[in-house]
């Protein structure tokens, strides 16, 4: 009889750990923020591109480090777009929440710029992320640059109108086998959960019966 309970608290354990099994969260980061070398114009017309490797997709967040001169006039939005190539894929507006993170030595605030719940198609692979239109508290067509942080990491990056530069701080996380909505979480597809409980029930019930029935 204990044999037989513990083999059924065994295999309801199995079941939970493969109800969750498919919920899958892939992230890229491109390191941590520099804040005190450079950083690059994503407004104004002007756009930077970053590579990262995601396995999969969609994507569900995304995270970067900006300079900026004032600390009331904030990002708000930004058009983020993801491509096989660098300036390339559709543009996403995206809204952005900030986190200050201190001054340098140049007088400007950094701030981290965050955005979770996207949801973007990303079929998974490698990709360039490309920022632009970056709009603060004040508008779009204001006088108040937003700069990418530069911190030199692994990924290859682009300036639209110089080419090649060093890369940005930012961080993309895409999940799988999963619905999207809050980053860095994911939780498994309601039709995922269903099919993988009732297969392991069935399974259960296959196993207790070759054992009542010795």
């Not at 017309?45 to 999969?56: C, E």
């Not at 973007?120 to 990709?127: C, D, E, K, L």
């Not at 080419?163 to 619905?179: L, Q, Y």
């Not at 959960?193 to 207790?208: D, K, P, Y």
Request: glycine content about 12%; charged content about 10%; overall charge negative.
């Amino acid at each position: 009889m204990k044999t037989r309970s513990g083999l059924l608290s065994l295999l309801t354990i199995l079941c939970l750990m493969l109800a969750v099994a498919p919920a899958m969260a892939d992230t890229y980061s491109n390191g941590p923020f520099n804040g005190t070398n450079d950083a690059w114009t994503i407004n104004f017309g002007f756009t930077v591109s970053d590579s990262f490797m995601l396995s999969s997709g969609p994507v569900d967040s995304f995270h970067f480090v900006y300079w900026d001169a004032s600390s009331t006039d904030l990002l708000t939005t930004a058009d983020l777009q993801l491509g096989t190539t660098s300036f390339g894929g559709s543009a996403t507006t995206v809204a952005f929440s900030n986190t200050f993170l201190g001054t340098n030595q140049f007088g400007y605030n950094l701030y981290q710029a965050d955005a979770t719940g996207l949801s973007i198609p990303w079929a998974g692979g490698a990709g360039f992320a490309t920022l632009g239109n970056a709009c603060s508290t004040s508008g779009c067509s204001v006088s108040n640059p937003i700069y990418w942080d530069e911190n030199s990491g692994p990924s290859t990056a682009y300036e639209n109108t110089l080419g090649s530069i060093p890369s940005e701080a930012f961080t993309v996380s895409g999940c799988s086998g999963c619905v999207c909505g809050s980053s860095p979480s994911c939780v498994p597809e309601p039709s995922t959960i269903t099919l993988l409980f009732g297969s392991g029930i069935v399974g259960l019930a296959g196993v207790l019966r070759r054992w009542l029935i010795r």
